[in-house]
């Protein structure tokens, strides 16, 4: 279990939380080398690699003392996490904690999976991105067996580049019927009907994807149950929304949680998009939203 750092936890004046905690360290390197990926090939430093594991260890120690409230937690760091023992080790230690509902990373599944044995599988699950051109699919598919064999649950998806459709239909074909395929629309693509309706046929949710959503003026949850931590502790309401709203290890975070509209325009990401009240995607993904799994999927 995560060793007691001494960090606070809720205190006895405070009322309990369900909150939900997108945390993303400094972590920057990649062991892919994806061209629309401006962290592909990137290399942190040992002393990098050394200040992520002590944000990430302090991080952990944070979410096993809040006893009093019900923790989410879906780790989205900009690099590969699951190639460091740390996030594995965290991953793990999370799902074991009865306040954690669940814990989860967006990851390329690169590394092994055996460790996952040692999780609560009722608690962590993984949202696994297929990049074609960094792994043969035969040993990708592998690791999704894998993980059907371990019972985690687990998303899959691809990023809807042109030249990724035939390889994602080959993993659709590939994928038991039970595992949810999700598709990315590509950062700023637009795509027309026919481009549009061959990615539906694989993704029927597709259509939440193609386009940014409005969100000006918007009620969101987040910055009331969902909020974002970078590795200093910094609270925000999510990635894309930057004044801070305090600090997680001070608790000063706690008295700005409240609803509030979305400053921004537009939100064309997913892990922003499905947290605005003004779409049903909480009733959609209901149960698995930080694992991207629809409901009854």
């Known amino acids: 279990m995560t060793v007691d750092l001494g960090l606070p936890g809720r205190r006895p004046d405070e009322h309990p939380l369900d909150l939900t905690v997108l945390y993303r360290g400094p972590l920057a390197s990649c062991d892919y080398d994806c061209p629309y990926c401006p962290f592909a090939k990137r290399r942190d430093s040992p002393e990098q690699l050394r200040a992520d594991r002590a944000a990430l260890e302090r991080f952990t120690g944070w979410a096993a003392a809040q006893h009093g409230d019900t923790l989410s937690v879906l780790f989205t760091p900009w690099g590969e996490g699951l190639v460091r023992s740390w996030y594995r080790r965290a991953l793990v230690e999370l799902s074991r904690l009865a ?3 669940r814990v989860a990373i967006q990851t390329n599944l690169s590394c092994r999976t055996d460790w996952l044995a040692d999780a609560d599988t009722d608690a962590v699950a993984l949202w696994v991105t297929y990049h074609p051109g960094q792994v043969p699919i035969e040993r990708f598919l592998a690791r999704i067996r894998e993980l059907t064999a371990l019972g ?7 990023v809807g580049e042109p030249a990724h459709l035939d390889a994602a239909r080959r993993l659709r074909e590939a994928l038991p019927d039970t595992t949810y395929l999700w598709v990315n629309a590509a950062d700023g693509r637009s795509y027309d009907d026919t481009e549009a309706a061959a990615w539906t046929a694989l993704d029927p949710l597709f259509g939440w994807s193609r386009e940014p959503h409005p969100s000006g003026g918007r009620p969101c949850r987040t910055g009331e149950s969902v909020i974002s931590v970078d590795g200093d502790g910094t609270v925000r309401r ?3 929304v930057r004044p801070p709203l305090g600090n997680l290890y001070d608790g000063s975070y706690r008295a700005h949680l409240a609803p509030r509209p979305c400053p921004l325009p537009v939100c064309d990401c997913h892990i922003g998009y499905v947290h605005l009240e003004s779409l049903p995607l909480y ?3 209901a149960g698995g939203v930080l694992e ?6």
């Open 99 to 101: 306040h954690v509902r």
């Open 152 to 158: 985690v649950r687990h998303s899959v998806g691809v």
């Open 238 to 240: 999510c990635h894309f």
């Open 283 to 285: 009733d959609v993904f």
């Open 292 to 297: 991207r799994i629809p409901h009854g999927w």
